[in-house]
């Protein structure tokens, strides 16, 4: 009961100080997140209300099942997008379809989570490697931006991505809508100042520094409530400044939307990228910041958390939601104790919904366009593919591709080039190993390479390592490996395959064993193995192998040697041992 | 030059006696392949020409590119299975759209292979794993004999799965035509007894034993010239058995077929697939053979080789080809030296094309189903299923679903659930590598498992082995992994990872390293890396990580405890060694 219901461990020991610490945290996270919620609604092509429904009911599920204790889920930017990119495919944004197609999205991606967490496969999350997320986060943030320029320049500027967007803008720039533009550049330029400059002078002012810092982070609903004020005062919505107009009072009602079977399997590839997405970035968030605090987080749990918070947005008329970064460093900043903080923040948004909408009417939607642009400013990250590319051309070839597609075909094209290009990249560098054949450190017990250390080797003995597990990407290449490394060795008479890196031996490099072992034996050369795992040990000895093998299993390289070659390996070992390699300074020979 | 026409090679040492062993095999080879031919065509739904034609010009071509010196190309089953399969997907047998497809599918395969082959990309063949092409080849001649079952009961039995067919077999019981069945049941007995059973007989009546075993190749050829005689003698076939009929008389003319995009969009995959396949069987058989007599053959010249030979086949109206098991054994066991005995088979192929297709005309079908069937009977290995499962669940899983899938859902859904499923359980067990805390085997400098060996440890120092390639689908695990080894370890000072199996540290894995680094340089404790290989070790050098690393890079696991622990290491090596985990008997213990 306890694995999955984290609040019977935490609730027990809740105290009043918890209760005073997560009530804060709460009360500063609702302030930021009503504006944020309406903003990602937009975002995602659907109504204002979506947003806020989407940080009720999910908050109080994850609230009971999740196992961090200060990440906040809610409505988030990246998922907004993908989001509005996958219901568009179908439906026009505002029409009823739109909105049965994210609830479907919310539903489906869901459930999918729960399945994942209750069948433990959280590693599945493992194959989005950072490189392509980074990259993907990058570039649907450039696409976020981009998508809220209508917003900010008041003008009917359309597209998914740079390809249509670029034309649409320089098409538009005769229509932008100039006190629109004011607007939104006084509102930008506020919250971009009020993201350093705020606090220090709240804090000149009176304010304590936590206080200030904490006061600053409502930067967000000042905008919000000066910018509705100007636009109600001088009357601007009449000079075609656009508003956020009429949303329901009240609580969402809970229904199970009349989804079609269609709908649902048109939106089964993009939910599965949404809950993979969403999990990665929430999971993320939420280990880095159990970790400040020492505490843990359980991934496959966190799955069951997020999927059920995600039904929870599908039947209460919300959106896909997940762990957002930035609104959780606010909570933990805050001093949110215990999830109890987000079922707070819950309440008070439901508050908000029950007495506030009518104040929102006249809230321009290019102060939530301001809003979503200073959110996604701090998600990109355009050093990173330098970065990556200069450490690994093949992580940087991912995430160039992942950030290329997005930005010129689509989210999820970007997203499952970026992946697919990281597996095929990864079997294409395992197909051809690096081997070494090797020979004794003087001095040593060591074997290393012999085009990089000076090594002493025996004329009769060739001793090669495989410097990757035996699979059947590189099984043929092991044998034609083997076959270049022995021929036209005279005198030879072993080969000695050094296993310290090989990890598995499946049933083709088995094969591949098999005609190596042969091969050898007509031409009179013992093949023999050393440091063989235990577990490859365990497998072998499940086949014919180990007892067809012409030579014997050692359990070090230096025994190999010191039977095959006798006598050579113990003149090596008394020779006086060279220390020059050990630096760390020349990498290139400190280790091979 | 020479690069891409080994003919110019093998061609200038041409002799006399190699002439004479060429001729031999290529008569073998034509007396089989004039059967084999008109029955594969049949199996894949084209009239029987058409395999005679794909045993002329790309056996040409072959012999001009090709590196092996004995394979023998032409229509096989597997492909002529997978060739019916697709092209049955856009149009009935008899169509002439029906045949187009089929020339699509050798286009198509033909021009993968030879872009492949130029750009040396043959390691992608890799990934059709030895379980999973030794299932679809076992299924697939499952699905052969099946599909013959109408030619050989004389009964309209139909159907592309054993789903479709069984059920079809037994609503067809009562229209078995029985002059066929007897037909059938008096070909397939022989065929099946002249296997083993002719060249002793042959032998005895006075041949050589070489001579015996040649002539008793012609079996097929006697089956069809006595079941031929048979059928025309007692008029069979206005008593109901199909037969042959007409062939066009003459060599085929060349054309590029005026194939439409939709035609060459549809059949793009199941081309890939056919060309992977073809080309995997084909390179085995030429790597077999070429290791009996010490040749070599270029696994990317074979992928040009066998490129042009499909576009061969393409433009002369034939159907899809690669190199025939059977017959390249025959063709090596007959005494083919060089490529040259395939242009001659080639010559007796036109030959007859010439002067003996009036005489097929009443060959009975069923003649040419029992050829199939004892071709494919040598394909079956059912002993494979339970052998590769004993060996490893994940291999024995992805044949079974391999043959599984293949026999109840298609050919083409066969092979891509295999190699999906090989690729995603590889991923799946590198994604929780095995780990091991390593101490010192008394004795030695060596290190291994403190779970498997008595070995001596440093209670301030905790060494790691991770026996896998840190990359991004275990970069999650290896932080979980050294928090879960580094916590609760009260005086622990000093943490090592040892490398040995290290092959690779991708970004994703940097960024946990660093994260690990980073976690216990805050508790204080140190992190080394040991034997880290050449190439990793220059990655590595080229991020900050060397930099920002608490602790020292060794050269040897035994150089970092010698440090770490000054003097326990030395009084450790002093120690008598135990040579009792060495013995192979004992896998567990003899390594870990």
């Given at each position: 009961?306890?694995?999955?219901?984290?609040?019977?461990?935490?609730?027990?020991?809740?105290?009043r100080a918890?209760?005073g610490?997560?009530?804060?945290a709460?009360?500063?996270?609702t302030?930021?997140?009503?504006?944020?919620g309406?903003?990602?609604?937009m975002?995602?092509?659907?109504?204002?209300?979506?947003?806020?429904?989407g940080?009720?009911?999910?908050?109080?599920?994850?609230?009971?099942f999740?196992?961090?204790?200060?990440?906040?889920?809610?409505?988030?930017?990246?998922?907004?997008?993908?989001?509005?990119?996958?219901a568009?495919?179908?439906?026009?944004?505002?029409?009823?379809?739109?909105?049965?197609?994210?609830?479907?999205?919310?539903?489906?991606?869901g459930?999918?989570?729960?399945?994942?967490?209750?069948?433990?496969l959280?590693?599945?999350?493992?194959?989005?490697?950072?490189?392509?997320?980074?990259?993907?986060?990058?570039?649907?943030?450039?696409?976020?931006?981009?998508?809220?320029?209508?917003?900010?320049?008041?003008?009917?500027i359309?597209?998914?991505?740079?390809?249509?967007?670029?034309?649409?803008?320089?098409?538009?720039?005769?229509?932008?809508h100039?006190?629109?533009?004011?607007?939104?550049?006084?509102?930008?330029?506020?919250?971009?100042?009020?993201?350093?400059?705020?606090a220090?002078?709240l804090?000149r002012l009176?304010?304590s520094?936590?206080?200030a810092?904490?006061?600053?982070?409502?930067?967000?609903?000042?905008?919000?409530?000066?910018?509705t004020?100007?636009?109600?005062g001088?009357?601007?919505?009449?000079?075609?400044?656009?508003?956020v107009?009429?949303i329901?009072?009240?609580?969402?009602g809970?229904?199970?939307?009349?989804?079609?079977?269609?709908?649902?399997?048109?939106?089964?590839v993009?939910?599965?990228?949404?809950?993979?997405?969403g999990y990665?970035?929430s999971?993320?968030?939420?280990?880095?910041?159990?970790?400040?605090?020492?505490?843990?987080?359980?991934?496959?749990?966190?799955?069951?958390a997020?999927?059920?918070?995600?039904?929870?947005?599908?039947?209460?008329?919300?959106?896909?939601?997940?762990?957002?970064?930035?609104r959780?460093?606010?909570?933990f900043?805050?001093?949110?104790?215990?999830?109890?903080?987000?079922?707070?923040?819950?309440?008070?948004?439901?508050?908000?919904?029950v007495?506030?909408?009518?104040?929102?009417?006249?809230l321009?939607?290019?102060?939530?366009?301001?809003?979503?642009?200073?959110?996604?400013?701090?998600?990109?990250?355009f050093?990173?593919?330098?970065?990556?590319?200069?450490?690994?051309r093949?992580?940087?070839?991912a995430?160039g591709?992942?950030?290329?597609?997005?930005?010129?075909?689509?989210?999820?094209?970007?997203?499952?080039a970026?992946?697919?290009?990281s597996?095929?990249?990864?079997?294409w560098?395992?197909?051809?190993?690096?081997?070494?054949?090797?020979?004794?450190?003087?001095?040593t017990?060591?074997?290393?390479?012999?085009?990089r250390h000076?090594?002493v080797?025996?004329?009769?003995?060739v001793?090669?390592?495989?410097?990757?597990?035996?699979y059947?990407?590189?099984?043929?290449?092991?044998?034609?490996?083997?076959?270049?490394?022995?021929?036209?060795?005279?005198?030879?008479?072993?080969v000695?395959?050094?296993?310290?890196?090989?990890?598995?031996v499946?049933?083709?490099?088995?094969?591949?064993?098999?005609?190596?072992?042969?091969?050898?034996?007509?031409?009179?050369?013992?093949?023999?193995?050393?440091?063989?795992?235990?577990?490859?040990?365990?497998?072998?000895?499940?086949?014919?192998?180990?007892?067809?093998?012409?030579?014997?299993?050692?359990?070090?390289?230096?025994?190999?040697?010191?039977?095959?070659?006798?006598?050579?390996?113990?003149?090596?070992?008394?020779?006086?041992?060279?220390?020059?390699s050990?630096s760390r300074?020349?990498?290139?020979?400190?280790?091979?």
């Open positions: 009961m306890k694995r999955f219901l984290p609040i019977l461990d935490w609730g027990r020991d809740y105290s918890t209760l610490n997560d009530l804060v709460a009360l500063v996270v302030i930021m997140l009503i504006p944020q309406m903003a990602y609604a975002l995602a092509g659907l109504p204002p209300q979506a947003g806020l429904y940080a009720m009911l999910p908050l109080l599920i994850y609230a009971l999740g196992t961090s204790r200060t990440l906040a889920v809610g409505p988030v930017a990246v998922v907004a997008l993908m989001t509005a990119a996958a568009g495919q179908i439906a026009a944004v505002g029409d009823a379809e739109f909105h049965l197609a994210a609830l479907a999205l919310a539903a489906l991606s459930g999918m989570l729960l399945v994942l967490g209750l069948l433990r959280g590693f599945l999350a493992n194959f989005l490697s950072h490189p392509v997320i980074s990259g993907f986060i990058t570039a649907a943030g450039i696409l976020i931006a981009g998508s809220q320029l209508r917003h900010l320049l008041g003008a009917p359309e597209g998914k991505t740079l390809v249509e967007l670029i034309p649409s803008l320089i098409a538009n720039l005769g229509n932008v100039m006190v629109t533009l004011i607007l939104s550049a006084l509102v930008l330029g506020f919250l971009f100042w009020s993201r350093k400059g705020l220090p002078v804090h009176g304010l520094a936590r206080a810092g904490l006061v600053a982070k409502g930067a967000l609903f000042a905008a919000v409530a000066v910018s004020v100007v636009v109600w001088l009357g601007l919505d009449a000079a075609g400044v656009r508003t107009g009429d329901p009072r009240g609580l969402p809970l229904s199970v939307p009349a989804f079609d079977l269609d709908l649902l399997t048109l939106m089964l993009p939910a599965a990228m949404i809950a993979i997405v990665v970035e999971v993320s968030i939420a280990q880095t910041l159990a970790a400040k605090r020492r505490e843990k987080i359980d991934p496959d749990r966190e799955l069951v997020l999927g059920a918070a995600n039904l929870g947005a599908a039947i209460s008329n919300a959106m896909p939601v997940t762990g957002g970064l930035s959780s460093i606010v909570n900043d805050a001093g949110a104790r215990t999830p109890a903080a987000g079922a707070f923040t819950a309440a008070g948004i439901a508050l908000a919904l007495f506030l909408t009518p104040l929102f009417f006249y321009p939607r290019a102060t939530l366009a301001a809003i979503i642009i200073v959110a996604v400013a701090s998600l990109l990250d050093r990173a593919l330098p970065r990556t590319w200069a450490y690994s093949a992580d940087g070839a995430m591709a992942t950030i290329a597609v997005t930005l010129t075909i689509g989210v999820e094209q970007g997203l499952l970026g992946v697919l290009l597996l095929l990249l990864h079997l560098r395992t197909s051809r190993p690096h081997v070494a054949v090797v020979g004794q450190v003087p001095g017990e060591h074997f290393r390479n012999v085009k000076e090594v080797t025996a004329p009769e003995v001793s090669i390592r495989i410097d990757e597990s035996l059947f990407p590189n099984a043929r290449f092991l044998e034609d490996c083997v076959n270049d490394q022995a021929a036209d060795l005279p005198g030879l008479r072993h000695v395959l050094m296993f310290t890196a090989v990890n598995e499946d049933a083709s490099a088995l094969e591949s064993l098999e005609a190596i072992n042969a091969r050898l034996k007509e031409a009179g050369v013992k093949l023999h193995l050393s440091e063989v795992k235990g577990p490859v040990m365990d497998r072998l000895s499940r086949s014919d192998f180990l007892d067809d093998l012409t030579g014997e299993v050692f359990l070090t390289q230096f025994d190999a040697l010191d039977r095959l070659a006798p006598g050579l390996t113990r003149d090596t070992l008394a020779q006086p041992r060279r220390e020059t050990r300074l020349a990498p290139a020979s400190a280790a091979e």
